[in-house]
């Protein structure tokens, strides 16, 4: 029950972060549940573009960077900046 739990937290985390960064570049989905079928069908449309420092830094390592960075003494890994 505990995996189900820190599941559903992690989900719920990404989630959010979706939200604060469609928020932050001003894209305004519309939809009540941006992780519906309308919502999804929307997200997997949407166009978004590398910044300059992220395409240089996959060209060097030869892959996606992993960017750590710590909230209240616990580690995570992000994807977005």
Not at 3 to 26: F, I, P
Not at 56 to 73: D, I, K, M, Q, S
């Amino acid at each position: 029950m505990r995996h189900r739990v820190q599941l559903v937290k992690s989900a719920d985390m990404v989630k959010n972060r979706v939200h604060s960064l469609l928020e932050r570049y001003g894209f305004r989905p519309g939809f009540s549940d941006l992780f519906g079928k309308a919502g999804l069908d929307w997200l997997k449309r949407l166009e978004l573009k590398a910044s300059y420092e992220l395409v240089a830094e996959t060209a060097r390592l030869g892959r996606l960077p992993v960017v750590n960075f710590a909230a209240g003494g616990h580690s995570f890994f992000c994807l977005f900046s």
